[in-house]
């Protein structure tokens, strides 16, 4: 969530891939915490904190903000103010950064990314069992997804 090549990604092809492959059915998109710092693992955290209801508009929230609060002093301070947007108390989302149960979860994912698909950067996307390391355009994505749809849904 740190990544200047991830929110680039979700900001600007995102929306694209979204409207013309999720939204109609055809391709299942799963965002996988991959946090490489510290910063990262607190915005994982503050999302999930927030419940799944409010993952997408707070992931979408953290993205188009990076720039705003991913190098800030007070990296925390923003994430907190995002959670409040999203109707989330500042000591639910406290409690949430001390439990090292709750972020066990988070970091497993990254493990198990790591371990069972060779995921080393951000952004990586896993398309049909195969790795595809870097930021994929529309037309990149496009074309590797499909070959994959049922013959009708192709064009």
């Not at 419940?51 to 190098?71: I, S």
């Not at 595809?132 to 849904?153: K, W």
Request: net charge positive; glycine share 6%.
């Amino acid at each position: 969530l740190t990544c200047g090549n991830c929110a680039r990604f979700h900001n600007d092809i995102f929306p694209r891939i979204k409207a013309e492959f999720i939204e109609p059915g055809l391709v299942r998109f799963l965002l996988r915490d991959f946090p490489l710092d510290r910063v990262a693992l607190d915005a994982a955290a503050m999302i999930h904190c927030a419940g799944p209801e409010r993952f997408e508009p707070l992931v979408t929230l953290v993205y188009a903000q990076k720039e705003n609060w991913a190098h800030s002093p007070d990296p925390r301070a923003a994430l907190r103010r995002f959670a409040a947007l999203a109707g989330v108390a500042g000591e639910r989302v406290e409690a949430c950064w001390a439990d090292p149960a709750f972020l066990r979860p988070i970091l497993e994912m990254r493990q198990a990314a790591e371990r069972e698909h060779g995921v080393n950067a951000t952004p990586s996307f896993l398309i049909n069992g195969r790795i595809h390391r870097g930021v994929l355009s529309f037309e990149q994505f496009s074309a590797l997804v499909r070959p994959l749809l049922p013959p009708r849904a192709r064009s």
